[in-house]
Structures are given as C-alpha cells and as structure tokens.
C-alpha cells in the first residue's frame, strides 16, 4: 500500500521551460514533505522540504506547493537546466520520530 | 568522514551466500537509517537505529535480514542465504535526531546481485 504516490515515471522538459513534478499521499498524519534528487549510481540528496502549515516554499529556481486537502505537493523547477535531469523523489514523514516514506520517484530529462 | 560511506559498492553473489554490507555515518548523526531500491521501485524502508534506543525493525523483509549498529558509530547490515528478489540498491542513511530540517544524507549504495 502505497502512502507517497508518484504516478508519473518520466517527464520530459525542453531547457528553459518549467518542469512540473507531483506527488500525492495518502496518509492525513504526514507533515512534513521532502524532494529528494538521484543521480545515477549516486545516493538521493536534499533539495527543498515543506511543512504542512505552508502551502509554499521556494529555493532559487526550485518551489515546492502543497495543498493538503487534495493531499497533494508539486515540485516546480523553472527554468528547467539539463543538469536538472535525474530521479527525483517525492518523502514524507509523520509526526513523531519515524522514517522517511518515499514515492517511487519520476525520472526527469531536461533536453538542451 | 564528511560522508555518508557504504561498503562494497557492488556485490555479486550466489543464491544461498550470507552478504554483509556496511554503513559509516557522518560522525555525530545519531540516526541511522537503510534503505533498498529493487529495479523499477522506489526506497523502501528497512531498519532505523537511533541513538541507543531499540531498532526500528519494521521494514525487514523476512527474518534473513538483521542489522546492528554500535553506538552512535558503523552499521552492518546482514542478508543471510541471499535470494535473486534481495537484488537490490541497498542505501543507509544518517541524521541529526529527527533530521527533519534537512532530510537525510544518504550514501552512495551497495548495488548488491544475487545470482
């Protein structure tokens, strides 16, 4: 049973336009929301984190929107670079002191 | 180290084999975490140690699996009489107490085969 629910496996963006990656979850007790980035043979690293008081939250080039009565979070990169090409993965956590729970990540290629 | 270090990076080996995979946090992260990735899924959860607290175990797939870790230091985690579905990216983790600010450092994986 799937909590974080990335239903887009690829996404394909020219240089320059916005790339928009989604997220949808399921568990109400989630709040607090993490995109991660995955080069290949590499670990997943940071990139921009939400709380679920916001419902925006930006970082350069990076935004992430949430909107938790649909239980839904975008990630909006823009302008897209193709550096930018990678797995990008969705994560959420409850309150308390328990793991991360990820989505199955949505491989993004940014064409020069 | 300023890493999240993981040994082997690969690892292939027989059907019925025991496999151990290590894990070496950033000094002073108390917690520690180990995912997999299998082909064409996304990060599942295994284990999480934190501090000196009982392990999380919940996320071990079958009672092959086991992992330890010492204090606030190295993780070891063990697959005893490997199968071809534990082929996987196995990927450990650490963070301050709850990391929430900043997620997690993860390290690169061990891309273990089983054959």
């Known amino acids: 049973d799937q909590q974080v629910k990335q239903n887009s496996p690829s996404l394909s963006v020219q240089e320059g336009r916005i790339s928009i990656l989604n997220c949808d979850y399921t568990?109400?007790?989630?709040?607090?929301f993490l995109w991660y980035k995955k080069y290949p043979a590499e670990g997943p690293t940071f990139l921009i984190s939400?709380?679920?008081?916001?419902d925006k939250n930006e970082d350069g080039r990076f935004t992430v929107f949430l909107n938790k009565s649909a239980k839904h979070l975008s990630l909006h990169i823009v302008p897209s670079q193709p550096g930018d090409s990678a797995v990008y993965f969705c994560?959420?956590?409850?309150?308390?002191?328990?793991?991360?729970?990820f989505g199955k990540g949505t491989r993004l290629s940014v064409i020069a | 180290g300023a890493g999240v270090s993981q040994s082997p990076s690969n690892k292939v080996t027989e059907k019925g084999k025991d496999v151990e995979l290590r894990c070496d946090p950033i000094s002073g992260h108390t917690a520690l975490y180990w995912y997999r990735q299998r082909l064409g899924q996304g990060l599942e959860f295994l284990i999480y140690f934190q501090g000196n607290s009982a392990p999380d175990k919940s996320g071990l797939p079958s009672d092959r699996f086991s992992a330890e870790r010492t204090g606030e230091s190295v993780s070891t985690l063990t697959i005893q009489r490997t199968q071809q579905e534990d082929s996987a990216v196995y990927l450990c983790?650490?963070?301050?107490?709850?990391?929430?600010?900043?997620?997690?450092?993860f390290g690169s994986g061990t891309r273990l085969t089983v054959v």
């Open positions: 994560a959420a956590i409850p309150t308390g002191n328990t793991p991360l729970v």
């Open positions: 939400i709380s679920s008081i916001k």
């Open positions: 568990n109400s007790m989630f709040d607090y």
């Open positions: 983790a650490s963070s301050f107490n709850r990391g929430r600010g900043y997620g997690y450092t």
